[in-house]
């Protein structure tokens, strides 16, 4: 009986364990670095009230699909996919939705790598107090300083990756643990002392009236990139919950599970917003600044509080820890799935693909230095151009990338998730494996996870190519 498979990789000791490893995966960037600046550059309150209605009503029914087809099958996301559509006499190309999720992951580790390198660029300067006292102005200096110099973004960009790799070649399931119990909760400590200081500048109003009022003419313009996000910030569409879910222990309910880790990633992007919008407010800098928002934000903040610099050292420890828990959950499926089908070592194919990923993440470097002119999909006055050197609008590289993963494949990956558990493995499974204490619950999830996420997936899609 499929329910009985035992993954080859090993399994978490507890439910606990696979709580603090999907936690781990979800809390990342997404939730520090990304979640605040598209809120900025979205206009506030629209964008995150469409972020939490995508999470509740599409986030978490795919997040639910992808960990009980994880754990059923209890393989690798593409041999899973390919081993239950099979059980019920359907084709195995299923296991393309997987593919195309390994190779989306794998695109998104690439500028992954690069911004967790930032962090720990900013652990050294903090360390060495290059933010202790400076203005706003002088910060933004510094960031441009950081990201304008390839040599240096290139370091640490192979900083990053190189020490996930090591990670995930010794194994997921033994390393992550020992590190996250202490530093997801010292991460959360953290930010609720950035939200303290928030509260003593004067402009914490501002900044929550940012964050949650409602201008109903900006909700179409943040629709697909507030959906994007809701899959990027829950590591949802690209199988790396479903390879977590392979290694969760069949006695752990999936719906509290992974319902509790929803809740703490999306409290944690909401608590990095509300914390850092009025310190942007408060140091005169603009929302929507971009990628640079948190970097550009905190040293500031740091820098003019007692203990400032011992707090971000830490603070850019733990984002790196955060982004590092996250960075092995992409690596993770392809890594599963090639040991699986080649029996090649992990150590192996742990270090080519890190090597393949930090390549391709060049390009991000790039994107903000020496490719910096290099605009994609340019649409101005002067008609579409596929590429122009030197344009005003348009995407840079890491513009094309995230565009590329985060609105388009991660939504279309959890569409086939959300359908694969809805309409192909049959109600009688999913109900087996979800083991909801009441009928009603399991209807309720069934219903989301068979009608609502795949239409509202869809829905945004047909708005954004309508508008
Ligand atoms: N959820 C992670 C973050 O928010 C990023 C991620 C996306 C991880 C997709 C795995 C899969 O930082």
Known sequence: MSSEKVSVHGSWASRWVFILAATGSAVGLGSIWKFPYMVGEYGGGAFVLVFLACIALIGVPVMLAETLIGRRARQSPANALAALARDVGQPAAWSWAAFAGMLTALLILSFYSVVGGWSF??????AKGDFQGVTPDQVGAYFGNVIGDPLRLIFWHSVFM?????VIAKGVVGGLERSLRIMMPLLFVLLL????YSMTTGHFMQGLHFMFDFDASKVLDG???AMGHAFFSLSVGV???MIYGAYMPKSASIGGTIVSVALLDTFVSLLAGVALFPIVFAAGLNPSEGPGLMFVTLPYAFGSVPFGQVM????????GVAAWSSAISLLEPMVAYLVERHKISRAWVSTWLALACWLFGLGTVFSFNLWKEAKFFVNDAAGFH???????AGLDFFGVVDFFTSRIMLPLGGLCFAVFAGWVMGRAAVRDELAMRHPLAFEATFFLMR???PCGILIVFAAQLWK
């Open 121 to 126: 660029d900013y652990i050294l300067d903090m």
């Open 162 to 166: 190189f020490t996930s790799a090591v």
């Open 193 to 196: 002392v950035l939200l303290g």
């Open 223 to 225: 629709l697909l990139p």
């Open 239 to 241: 199988g790396s919950i």
């Open 312 to 319: 971000g050292v830490v603070f850019f420890i733990l984002v």
């Open 386 to 392: 596929l590429y122009q050197w030197g344009a005003q």
């Open 451 to 453: 009608y609502v996420a």
